[in-house]
């Protein structure tokens, strides 16, 4: 005889071995079945489900925690910078370029190009010479003074090697050119930053000050070209940077590539 089972019974889920057969040789199987069912419903099924899974799901935490652990070791950044400090440097490098480069241009466009100045002498005569507009030359030897100062500000938090190294050697270039930047009002302070002081400059030999700040091989020339030199080292830095990991936390700056990693 087959066996009879209420579906309808809202406590008895035994309707899910309704299609057990009552064949010959079924009896084991029903057996086996029932004893199962029995199993769920007392609560053991499910306290033996929970320590299997808890223990299984233990083991691919584990495994997960392997695994962020591995990628972020991959995504940390061989930049000795944060993306921050190395793009600070290569604005204040750009600016300090810019400024230097003002003062080196030649020609009529040159910030030392001579204007005519007309003058009146006690009898009323007027009288038109060549001058060099000194508020105009002070004004720019001022931005550049300020440029240098902020690159120095921003180079000195790196701890970049070769973005040292380029300090340093402004620094020392700067040095060396100590008494000529005293003649014209320019001073160097103990922490590298440099003062100009207005009436002193102004009174200057603008002659002196074109000498140091005008044209190829000048000081500003120098300086032009140590500003490329730490805009490029600050730059080359950043290729080995990056950003976030894959799983969203925040690394020491951005990536360009892992083509550039195996480059440098």
Request: zero cysteines.
């Amino acid at each position: 005889m087959g066996i009879s089972i209420n579906v309808n019974a809202k406590q008895d889920y035994s309707y899910l071995f309704q299609g057990l057969s009552s064949g010959s040789g079924s009896s084991l199987g029903n057996l086996n079945f029932l004893s199962d069912y029995a199993a769920i419903k007392n609560g053991s099924y499910g306290k033996l489900m929970k320590a299997y899974y808890a223990k299984d799901s233990s083991s691919l935490t584990k495994t997960s925690s392997t695994d962020t652990t591995a990628n972020n070791k991959k995504s940390i950044s061989t930049a000795s910078d944060t993306a921050k400090t190395l793009s600070d440097i290569e604005k204040a490098a750009d600016s300090l370029k810019e400024s230097a480069d003002d003062l080196i241009t030649v020609g009529s466009k040159s910030v030392f190009a001579k204007k005519n100045v007309t003058t009146k002498d006690e009898q009323g005569f007027e009288n038109t010479t060549k001058e060099y507009d000194v508020d105009a030359i002070y004004k720019a030897v001022s931005a550049f003074t300020k440029d240098y100062n902020n690159l120095l500000g921003k180079t000195g938090s790196s701890d970049t090697s070769s973005i040292q190294a380029r300090e340093k050697s402004l620094i020392n270039m700067t040095k060396a050119n100590e008494k000529m930047l005293s003649k014209v009002g320019i001073t160097i302070n103990k922490d590298n930053t440099l003062s100009i002081d207005e009436e002193t400059f102004k009174k200057s030999d603008m002659s002196s000050v074109k000498t140091l700040f005008n044209g190829t091989g000048s000081y500003s020339y120098n300086v032009s070209a140590q500003a490329s030199m730490i805009d490029y080292a600050a730059s080359r830095e950043t290729s080995k940077a990056n950003t976030y990991t894959g799983f969203g936390t925040y690394s020491n700056a951005y990536s360009s590539g892992s083509i550039m990693d195996y480059m440098f």
